[in-house]
C-alpha cells in the first residue's frame, strides 16, 4: 500500500486509471476497425496503445494508489497484506465504475451511443484458459518486478500486456474490470455480458496461482539489505 495518500484519492486514481486503460482499449479498438479491414493489423493498431498507456498510468499514478487497475491484482495484494481488507471491495468498485466510464468516454470520442451491450462471442474452455494464463502472467511479471526492479515496472506490465495480447487466445483480458468495461461495447474490442463469469472466474483463478507460485519461489529467500549510509555520505 502507498504511503501519504488517503482513501478517496487513492480510489479516484484507481478510478482515474482503469477509465483511461478501457478509454484506450476501446477507443484504439474503434479506431482500428474504422482505419483497416484487416484484422491482423487492426489487433496491432488496438494492442500498440494498451501497452503503451499501461506504461505512462502506472508511473503517473503508481506512487498515489499503487495504480492497480484490476480487481484480480488488488484481491493478490489483499492477500499479501499490503492492501487492507476493508478496502479491497472500495478498490474493486472504484477499478469496475471507472472502466464503464472509460467505455462511455471512448464511445463519445466517436459519436457512438455511450453504452451497447457487447454481441461478440468470447467463450470456451480454450478462452478461459487463455485468460488464466493471462492473469497468471500478469501477477508473475508485477511480483517479481516488485521484487527485483521495482522502477521498471509500468515497462514490464505494458510489455508483458503487449505480448499477451498476441500469445493468448482472448488477446489478453486479464482483468475482471477491463473485462466488465468491455461488455458495454459493440465494437471491436467488446465481450457479451453473457460471457463474463467465465472470463472474471478464470482471471481470477491465474490471478491466485500466479501469487501461490511467486510465494513458493520467495519462501525464505534472502532479502538484498541496501548498505547503510556512513558519515559524511
Not at 498507456?53 to 499490503?82: C, M, Q, Y
Not at 451491450?117 to 470456451?124: D, I, P, Y
Not at 467465465?198 to 482471471?203: C, L, N, V
Request: glycine fraction near 10%; hydrophobic fraction near 55%.
Amino acid at each position: 500500500m502507498t504511503v501519504g495518500f488517503d482513501l478517496s484519492r487513492r480510489l479516484a486514481a484507481e478510478a482515474l486509471g482503469t477509465a483511461m486503460l478501457v478509454a484506450t482499449v476501446v477507443g484504439s479498438g474503434i479506431m482500428a476497425e474504422t482505419l483497416t479491414r484487416d484484422v491482423a493489423l487492426a489487433l496491432l493498431g488496438n494492442t500498440l496503445p494498451t501497452g503503451a498507456i499501461l506504461v505512462v498510468l502506472i508511473t503517473v499514478l503508481g506512487p498515489i494508489s499503487g495504480a492497480h487497475f484490476n480487481p484480480a491484482v488488488s484481491l493478490v495484494f489483499a492477500l499479501r497484506g499490503e492492501l487492507p481488507a476493508r478496502e479491497l471491495a472500495l478498490y474493486v468498485a472504484a477499478q469496475i465504475a471507472g472502466g464503464i466510464i472509460g467505455t462511455m468516454i471512448a464511445h463519445a470520442m466517436f459519436d457512438l451511443p455511450l453504452v451497447a451491450a457487447s454481441l461478440k462471442v468470447r467463450t470456451g474452455s480454450a478462452q478461459w484458459f487463455a485468460e488464466a494464463v493471462a492473469a497468471f502472467g500478469l501477477v508473475v511479471t508485477i511480483l517479481g518486478g516488485v521484487r527485483a526492479a521495482k522502477a521498471a515496472i509500468p515497462w514490464l506490465v505494458g510489455l508483458y500486456i503487449t505480448a499477451a495480447y498476441w500469445f493468448t487466445a482472448s488477446t489478453s483480458f486479464a482483468n475482471p474490470a477491463v473485462a466488465i468495461a468491455r461488455s458495454f461495447t459493440n465494437t471491436f474490442s467488446g465481450i457479451r455480458p453473457v460471457d463474463l463469469p467465465g472470463f472474471i472466474a478464470a482471471e481470477c483463478v491465474g490471478a491466485l496461482i500466479g501469487l501461490s507460485l511467486m510465494a513458493w519461489f520467495y519462501r525464505n529467500a534472502p532479502v538484498e539489505q541496501k548498505p547503510s549510509l556512513q558519515p559524511g555520505e
